[in-house]
């Protein structure tokens, strides 16, 4: 099931940003997704599987872009990513 969330954005945003309201929602959706992962609120995969793509295209563009860690540095981190592969 998959729901729909409706918000408010002034149109001088989207000109701003020279985006139409399909682009500003992907973008939207995109830095959530980030934003999600890096607080630790979203798994790598099921932020990936929101986006539809790939989780290490994913996990790429958070660490590169979002300035997100893929792991904390810790054993529990790396046991559990690593499992994963």
């Known amino acids: ?37 890096r ?7 099921m932020a990936a599987s929101w986006l539809g793509v790939p989780r290490a295209h994913f996990l790429l563009k958070a660490m590169q872009e979002g300035g997100a860690n893929l792991l904390e540095n810790n054993e529990d981190d790396f046991a559990r990513e690593t499992s994963l592969l």
């Open 39 to 45: 607080e630790g609120k979203l798994s790598s995969g």
């Open 1 to 37: 099931m998959q729901s729909t969330i409706e918000i408010q954005c002034p149109q001088e945003i989207l000109l701003g940003l020279h985006l139409d309201a399909k682009q500003f929602a992907e973008l939207v959706k995109e830095e959530a997704a980030i934003a999600l992962f």
